[in-house]
């Protein structure tokens, strides 16, 4: 392929443009609504504007440079010590400023819209994410390790998860498929939908979820389409880490399935409705589960 | 209308409407039973899935909705006389605040489902005795007193809510925010209901003559011997208790206690000895046709009754008043 020299001495200031960039050590990635974040620097002073991202940050290993974080940001057990800076749903900009953070974690869909628009008219530098897959979970923890200067770390602990997610895949990849009905929220009765990644949790351990096709990431369902749907397991989150009372008032209904198999499951909902590589942990207690249902069948 | 009297038949037709609404409410679900399954079921055989669903989801869904819609009805048609106000509904004076700060609270908490309804009511009865003793004040009491009060302390109940909104973690709010708007899949036990609800539909009967002239102003009915003070705190009470219930047993369930009295005003004329019993049967059909097309008509997802009873009553109160005089 011929070569104009226009072309060629492009090339060189392309050349010349990233020596510069790597001389002045700046750091840079794309966030989950595709925006390049670039930073001078590694971030020291890191503001986490969801629970979920600032577990990310932890295990990513950027843990000791986080300087605020919203209310209910409860795990790992370190966070609970980090000064407030609103709930992610209201955040409060000035707490928020006065930490000076060098990087701000948003949440796409959590966070005001127009809340992180000000804090980067503010001048502050903004990664949005949102993992809606288990890739997405180890991507971001790669990102916001670069971003950090702690790639070793968030490499592994990506690493680790993408490991475990694809050994419970190929273990399961041939099992006989489980029907599942996975209970979000009790009152009103609402489940996930096929694009939610607890959804994705099901497949990996060989499930089909049931209402995988409804609209809407978390719908709102009625008790009697669990029964008309019949499901082999019924799995459920609830109020607390250690409180199965959501499966009790299905024993009831003895013609279905599950009941009569004994296949309500419940998993603890921080393992599996955060975004996080706690998931990892809620999916392999998920697949015992599903193991289970197949040892009855 | 010579020969027949309207008023046991305009209450027969309303009666029918209501069994018709429970009947269809029983025969539609995501699970299709036929005629002849149902028909099994209540005689006492059946599949016991059948059974289940109808004795245990369907027939106590029914129930709770034509209960929570009678008690509203008659709560808002009570409530009507007694501030002599059109927009006044069994919410206007601030008992459904106190119940949703009652219920929200609970659910902040972390409380199980099965506390929420007490938590409600109590809210409620707690929101009642307020009112009822702000409206007292120093120059005694009178019905624009007691409205006011009762529209400020919901606007005060307003801001809590809204607080404890803040403070939840994103997980319950969709379960919060459900409850704010009403629906019967909260309700546990129809019982409750139908305990208050029976006496309650008896009662209003005698009161009918004296909140009849009630309606046409205190002094007019002082001088024709009614004992005004005793009858409107009777109301006030008997209404708030009925709005307490309703609120309890499937939250704040909107519209039917405002437009329900209305609608039988424009169709029946304004004679409470025919409006209160009818709010009732009118409340309660409307009530269980609308929950059974929530829950029906994009199944299996679940529409708040809500809508569905404004998109019954807005379009049929509106023909009532164009066509009234």
Redesign the interface.
């Known amino acids: 392929m011929p070569r104009s020299p226009l072309f060629r001495a492009l090339l060189q200031v392309l050349g010349l443009v990233s020596l510069a960039v790597w001389a002045r050590a700046e750091v840079c990635v794309d966030d989950d609504v595709d925006r390049r974040v670039c930073l001078e620097q590694p971030a020291r002073r890191i503001v986490a504007l969801s629970p979920g991202a600032t577990e990310l940050l932890y295990d990513a290993g950027a843990g000791d440079r986080l300087v605020g974080a919203v209310s209910?940001s409860d795990y790992p057990s370190e966070a609970k010590a980090l000064p407030r800076v609103g709930?992610?749903?209201?955040l409060d900009l000035e707490a928020i400023l006065a930490l000076k953070p060098d990087l701000v974690v948003a949440w796409v869909s959590?966070n005001p819209a127009t809340q992180v628009e000000r804090l980067e008219t503010l001048g502050l530098n903004v990664y949005r994410g949102e993992p809606l897959r288990f890739a997405e979970v180890a991507d971001t923890l790669e990102r916001l390790a670069v971003l950090a200067g702690t790639e070793p770390a968030g490499r592994a602990a990506a690493a680790r998860f993408r490991d475990g997610i694809t050994e419970l895949r190929d273990r399961f990849a041939g099992a006989d498929p489980v029907t599942v009905f996975y209970e979000?929220?009790?009152?009103?009765?609402?489940t996930v939908n096929g694009e939610h990644l607890i959804s994705e949790a099901i497949r990996t351990c060989g499930g089909v979820n049931v209402?995988a096709d409804?609209?809407?990431l978390?719908?709102?369902?009625?008790?009697?389409?669990v029964?008309?749907?019949d499901p082999e397991a019924i799995v459920a989150g609830g109020?607390?880490e250690n409180n199965p009372?959501w499966l009790t008032p299905w024993k009831?209904?003895?013609?279905l399935t599950a009941v009569q198999r004994e296949n309500l499951f419940f998993v603890p909902?921080s393992t599996l409705?955060r975004p996080t590589p706690q998931m990892l942990e809620g999916t392999r207690l998920l697949c015992d589960h599903l193991e289970r249902a197949r040892a009855r069948r | 209308m010579p020969g027949v009297s309207p008023r046991p038949l305009a209450l027969a037709l309303l009666a029918l409407a209501g069994a018709l609404a429970v009947a269809l409410s029983l025969a539609v679900?995501?699970?299709p039973i036929h005629g002849a399954e149902l028909w099994a079921v209540f005689t006492g055989g059946g599949?016991?899935?059948h059974r289940?669903?109808l004795l245990?989801?369907?027939l106590p869904r029914a129930l709770a909705a034509f209960a929570t819609g009678g008690l509203l009805g008659l709560a808002g048609a009570l409530m009507q006389v007694l501030l002599r106000n059109p927009l006044a509904d069994p919410y206007v004076l601030g008992l459904s605040g106190g119940a949703a700060v009652g219920a929200l609270g609970a659910m902040l908490l972390?409380a199980?489902?099965v506390w929420?309804p007490g938590a409600a009511f109590v809210g409620a009865l707690l929101s009642t005795v307020l009112v009822f003793g702000l409206a007292q004040g120093v120059g005694g009491w009178t019905p624009t007193r007691l409205l006011l009060t009762g529209v400020v302390v919901a606007a005060g109940w307003g801001a809590v809510v809204t607080f404890l909104l803040?403070?939840s973690?994103?997980?319950r709010l969709?379960?919060m925010l459900?409850?704010l708007m009403g629906?019967l899949?909260?309700a546990r036990s129809p019982w409750p209901a139908w305990l208050l609800l029976v006496p309650a539909a008896l009662l209003v009967v005698p009161l009918g003559r004296g909140l009849n002239v009630l309606a046409r102003g205190p002094l007019l009915a002082a001088s024709l011997g009614v004992a005004v003070r005793p009858l409107e705190i009777t109301v006030y009470v008997l209404a708030s208790a009925l709005t307490a219930m309703a609120v309890s047993t499937a939250g704040s369930v909107g519209f039917v206690g405002l437009v329900v009295p209305h609608m039988l005003r424009l169709a029946l004329g304004n004679d409470q000895r025919l409006i209160l019993p009818a709010s009732v049967l009118a409340g309660g059909a409307l009530l269980t046709l609308a929950d059974t097309l929530a829950?029906t008509l994009l199944?299996?997802?679940?529409l708040p009754v809500g809508v569905i009873t404004a998109l019954l009553g807005v379009p049929t109160f509106l023909l009532l008043l164009y066509r009234s005089r």
Do not use: C, H, N
């Not at chain 1, 009831?252 to 013609?255: G, V």
């Not at chain 2, 199944?299 to 679940?302: D, I, K, L, V």
């Open positions: 209910f709930s992610y749903k209201r959590g979000v929220w009790e009152e009103p009765l609402m209402f409804l609209p809407g978390a719908p709102r369902i009625g008790t009697e389409a029964i008309a749907a109020m607390g009372a009831r209904f003895r013609a909902p409705q | 679900g995501s699970v599949d016991p899935l289940e669903l245990s989801l369907r972390g199980a489902a929420v803040t403070l973690p994103a997980e969709p379960g459900y409850w629906d899949s909260y829950r199944a299996p997802q679940q």
